[in-house]
């Protein structure tokens, strides 16, 4: 029997303030962004059935909510827009109008509260195309150079009215510096790229689908996102997109790419965002309905792994939870 001897980790468990004091991984309020679905329409609330808690607003009702949500301590949203019924085209025009769900949600929240939050929009045509494909399809196939037009002057719409940062979600080569030379020619030189970089073909999206009715209508997105197995792809696809004028970059989804999270983290200095997304959220939340986890701890756990990991931000709908309930 060997006794543990002078050297004894435990000491600095003993009390809470001993923890406090040498823990390395702090959750803060402030790198913390809330998603949102946002409809047409100036009121609605829509109950998302597979993500409790959560509801499609209208634009007036979004306000609110993110008004109410800064009191919290939310200081950053990322929006995505419901075009108006039978809107949507082969090619998602709606998407680049400027009258359309998105620039109307960004103005409204830059009335109501100015600079004091951050609003990043995302670019992806797949919620404003009748086939529900990230890109316009030719001859069957999502045609990556012709939709490269179409996402910048989405992205275009969105500085117009007033975003912080554009976050292309759509995983077409070359997007990244499409959207940059759009914005800089019309003079949008202060608007971010937050890019979806590091965006694999998950199954963890599917209440997303839902919530946003933007599933694709044939086949799936495998032949545009990356594939769950590779993990060195990771790094070309952050440099990649650095290198085209991203301003962030972000991996998504998180808690199944923490490793992910750590390589990319490692290989850029850029800012590095963690999309804690819709899938990940449904299952804690289905799993605390039925009180076989307790949610704050498991969001709790959640939220420090992906900053331990190497996220400065990360996005997630449990943000209003945990301010809320103090569970950070
Ligand atoms: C659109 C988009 C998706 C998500 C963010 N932007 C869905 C997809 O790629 O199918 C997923 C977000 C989530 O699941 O919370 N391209
Ligand atoms: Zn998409």
């Given at each position: 029997m060997v006794?543990p001897?002078?050297i004894r980790?435990r000491?600095?468990r003993?009390?809470e303030?001993l923890?406090?004091?040498?823990?390395?991984?702090?959750?803060r309020p402030q790198?913390?962004?809330?998603?949102?679905f946002?409809l047409?329409a100036?009121?609605?609330?829509?109950?998302?059935?597979?993500?409790?808690?959560?509801?499609?607003?209208?634009i007036?009702?979004l306000?609110?909510t993110?008004?109410a949500d800064?009191?919290?301590?939310?200081?950053?949203?990322?929006?995505?827009?419901?075009p108006a019924e039978?809107?949507?085209?082969?090619e998602?025009?709606c998407?680049?109008?400027?009258?359309?769900?998105?620039?109307r949600?960004?103005?409204?929240?830059?009335?109501?509260?100015?600079?004091d939050?951050?609003?990043?929009?995302?670019?992806?045509?797949?919620g404003y195309?009748?086939?529900?494909?990230?890109?316009?399809?030719?001859?069957?196939?999502?045609?990556n150079?012709?939709?490269?037009?179409?996402?910048?002057?989405?992205?275009l719409?969105?500085?117009?009215?007033?975003a912080?940062?554009?976050?292309?979600?759509?995983?077409?080569?070359?997007?990244v510096?499409?959207?940059?030379?759009?914005?800089?020619?019309?003079g949008?030189?202060?608007v971010g790229?937050?890019?979806?970089?590091?965006?694999?073909?998950?199954?963890?999206?599917?209440?997303?689908?839902e919530?946003?009715?933007?599933?694709?209508?044939?086949?799936?997105r495998?032949?545009?996102q990356?594939?769950?197995r590779n993990a060195?792809?990771?790094?070309?696809?952050?440099?990649l997109?650095e290198?085209?004028?991203a301003?962030?970059l972000?991996?998504?989804p998180?808690l199944?790419?923490?490793?992910?999270i750590?390589r990319v983290?490692?290989?850029?200095?850029?800012?590095?965002?963690?999309?804690n997304?819709?899938?990940e959220?449904?299952?804690v939340?289905a799993a605390?309905?039925?009180?076989?986890l307790d949610?704050?701890?498991?969001?709790?756990?959640?939220l420090?792994?992906?900053?331990?990991?190497?996220?400065d931000v990360v996005?997630?709908?449990?943000a209003?939870?945990?301010?809320?309930?103090?569970?950070l």
């Open positions: 006794t001897g002078r980790p000491r600095l003993r009390s303030a923890r406090d004091l040498v823990a390395d991984t702090w959750v790198q913390l962004v809330m998603p949102h946002v047409p100036a009121r609605g609330v829509e109950p998302i059935a597979s993500m409790p808690g959560l509801a499609r607003l209208g007036e009702d306000v609110r993110v008004v800064r009191e919290l301590g939310i200081r950053a949203v990322l929006l995505f827009g419901s039978g809107a949507k085209d082969p998602g025009a998407a680049h109008d400027p009258e359309g769900t998105v620039p949600a960004v103005r409204a929240l830059r009335d109501a509260l100015g600079s939050i951050v609003t990043i929009t995302d670019v992806c045509l797949c195309t009748d086939h529900g494909h990230c890109g316009v399809i030719t001859d069957g196939e999502v045609d150079d012709r939709s490269l037009l179409p996402l910048a002057n989405m992205a719409a969105h500085a117009e009215a007033g912080d940062l554009v976050a292309p979600s759509d995983m077409m080569d070359g997007r510096a499409a959207i940059r030379d759009a914005l800089d020619h019309a949008h030189t202060g790229i937050l890019s979806y970089a590091v965006k694999y073909a998950s199954a963890y999206y599917g209440p997303f689908r919530a946003a009715d933007s599933a694709p209508q044939h086949g799936d495998r032949g545009y990356m594939d769950p060195a792809e990771a790094i070309r696809e952050a440099r997109d290198r085209e004028g301003d962030m972000m991996v998504k998180a199944a790419y923490l490793d992910v750590q983290r490692a290989a850029t200095t850029l800012p590095l965002a963690a999309y997304v819709s899938g959220y449904s299952a939340k605390a309905a039925q009180g076989w949610e704050a701890a498991i969001v709790r756990e959640n420090q792994a992906m900053v331990r990991a190497g996220a996005i997630t709908y449990h209003r939870d945990a301010l809320r309930g103090r569970w």
